[in-house]
């Protein structure tokens, strides 16, 4: 919280604090324990979400993003990319990034545009992403980009790379100067015949699009556990500069249309929470099974 204001007056990204927070254990917190993360819970990550995003919801944004990019290597990665990849995560306080909005598509996946073509044992990507958070400063990205042929539907016409930051090709764009959140590092990312191994590919080819969902069942109670530590942190400055402000010779905090109003804020802040703890799926591992046939139950 100290330092809160200076990253929102300046956009600077939160190094110091990402290496502390990283240092306690609190990045990576859902990388399984074999390749050094905490091996925590659905729950014990939305309790974090909340906590940080009371402080300054930039800095849990740019914490988080590493389990959104990570997820996918949790998923469906092989021995080896986990070893790698995730192993680059637990040894350094390294940040990793999710590389699938597009300009023009928001948050419509299956409308991306950005392409690979295969050609021999390698693939070749061309095509541009926005708004990709930790985008400056990623070792690594997940990417999904389309492979199939015109007309084939969503669930068969992407497939999931992990590409390497310093990939000839790859530039990352300027800084986005943000509204909010702005401790975050956002940009664009552009891919100009950037070639990927083969063994960068996660899980199966056409499959691209089914993993991404799955990460974002994984990965939306986090942002709403966000937005809960944020109403939660409104709430609490309202009320000190209730009980603070005079009116009519008493704090306005006494004053029955206040009292009303804090009241509301406070039973929808509750709510809120709840309601996030269950969606979450219980205390479920994102690699064990029926976690997301769980949250699709309780939705």
């Given at each position: 919280?100290?330092?809160s204001?200076h ?7 939160p190094?110091?604090?990402f ?11 859902h ?17 974090l ?21 990570a ?19 637990t040894?350094a ?7 699938v ?11 991306i ?8 044992d390698?693939?070749?990507?061309n ?5 990709i958070?930790?985008g ?17 539907p ?5 497939t ?18 943000m509204?909010g ?9 552009t ?10 590919v ?8 089914k993993?991404?969902?799955r990460?974002?069942?994984y ?28 009116s ?8 029955q ?5 804090i ?20 205390r479920?591992?994102p ?6 046939d ?6």
């Amino acid at each position: 919280m100290p330092k809160s204001a200076h990253h929102d007056k300046t956009g600077e990204y939160p190094q110091e604090l990402f290496r502390k927070a990283w240092e306690l254990g609190l990045v990576n917190a859902h990388i399984p324990e074999a390749y050094g993360g905490g091996g925590l819970g659905n729950l014990e990550g939305i309790v974090l979400a909340e906590e940080l995003s009371y402080a300054d919801a930039g800095v849990m944004t740019a914490i988080e993003i590493n389990t959104v990019a990570a997820l996918p290597v949790i998923l469906a990665g092989s021995e080896a990319q986990k070893r790698e990849y995730l192993g680059r995560l637990t040894a350094a306080p390294t940040q990793a990034a999710y590389a699938v909005t597009e300009p023009g598509t928001g948050s419509d996946v299956a409308a991306i545009k950005t392409r690979a073509e295969k050609k021999g044992d390698e693939w070749i990507v061309n095509g541009a992403k926005m708004w990709i958070t930790n985008g400056g400063v990623a070792n690594w990205y997940f990417l999904l980009a389309r492979t199939g042929a015109p007309g084939t539907p969503a669930g068969s016409a992407f497939t999931a790379f992990i590409v390497d930051r310093n990939t000839p090709g790859l530039t990352v764009g300027v800084k986005e100067d943000m509204l909010g959140q702005r401790a975050s590092d956002t940009r664009g990312i552009t891919f100009e015949d950037v070639r990927v191994p083969a063994a960068n590919v996660l899980g199966r080819e056409g499959d691209g699009f089914k993993l991404a969902m799955r990460v974002f069942d994984y990965t939306r109670p986090p942002v709403a556990a966000g937005a809960v530590g944020i109403a939660r942190r409104a709430t609490d400055e309202a009320i000190a500069y209730a009980l603070q402000r005079r009116s009519m010779g008493v704090p306005i905090a006494q004053h029955q249309a206040v009292a009303f109003k804090i009241a509301d804020m406070a039973t929808g802040v509750e709510a809120a929470r709840l309601l996030t703890y269950k969606v979450s799926g219980g205390r479920g591992r994102p690699d064990s099974a029926g976690w997301c046939d769980q949250a699709r139950k309780v939705l």
